[in-house]
Structures are given as structure tokens and as C-alpha cells.
């Protein structure tokens, strides 16, 4: 979508050090090298989605009057077309190609914003 984002490092976003901790909690190791593509991917969507991680995620969150935090249903239905798409036009077998939505999925997650449950396959071709 955008060409013109420039993003810092990774690493940088407090969102994707929220999303590391979630998994390093969950599976153990080190996120941010046990899956050498995890990191590019990411960046990769944020560059398709033309915009950072912490950006994503404000997206997907609003307050309600209460002065409650909620999730944004408008913002979650955007991204998560947004993953489906990033899939859908990524390179390689259909696996390949799950595992790169499922990782932006994964990054919505640990940031609290819920999805469809289930990990998405993509389509019926290899």
C-alpha cells in the first residue's frame, strides 16, 4: 500500500516488544531469533498496511465514553482484511503463505486485539 514508510527498527516499537514478550511467556526461547522471518515479516506487512506497529495497534483500540478501553471493531475488521490480503499476494506454497498472515495475526494478538479463532490456511492450491 505505501512506499513512503519509513520504519525504525523493529525492535523499537513497543508494541512488537509486547508481542515478542507474549510469545517468549508462551513457547519460550527467543522470538526475535528462534524464527529468523518473524521480524521481516512483520516489517513486511507494516510496509503492505503503510503503517508502523505501534500505529496498527492505536488503530485497533478506542475509548468509550466511559473512558473504558475497547476495541476498535472498525479497526480490527481494516487490519484483518489488511492480513488476508498480505497473505492472499504473498510468494510461495499455501503454508508459506498462512504462516506469513498467521504472524501478523500472532503480533494482533499479543497487543490484545482478538480475531477470528483458528489459524488461517489460505487457499486450496499448494
Given at each position: 500500500m505505501?512506499?513512503?514508510l519509513t520504519l525504525d527498527a523493529?525492535?523499537?516499537y513497543e508494541t512488537v516488544q509486547i508481542w515478542l514478550d507474549g510469545l517468549r511467556e508462551h513457547w519460550?526461547?527467543?522470538p526475535a531469533t528462534d524464527d529468523p522471518d518473524r521480524l521481516p515479516t512483520?516489517?513486511?506487512f507494516c510496509q503492505f498496511a503503510g503503517a508502523d506497529p505501534d500505529t496498527i495497534?492505536?488503530?485497533c483500540k478506542r475509548i468509550n465514553k466511559a473512558g473504558d478501553p475497547?476495541?476498535?471493531v472498525k479497526g480490527r475488521r481494516k487490519y484483518a482484511g489488511l492480513i488476508d490480503e498480505f497473505q492472499a499476494q504473498s510468494?510461495?506454497?499455501?503454508?508459506q503463505r498462512a504462516k506469513r498472515g498467521n504472524t501478523a495475526r500472532s503480533f494482533l494478538i499479543h497487543n490484545a486485539i482478538l480475531l477470528s479463532p483458528g489459524a488461517q490456511i489460505g487457499g486450496d492450491d499448494d
Open positions: 505505501s512506499d513512503d523493529m525492535l523499537n519460550g526461547g527467543d512483520m516489517e513486511e495497534i492505536k488503530e475497547r476495541i476498535s510468494e510461495g506454497s499455501r503454508i
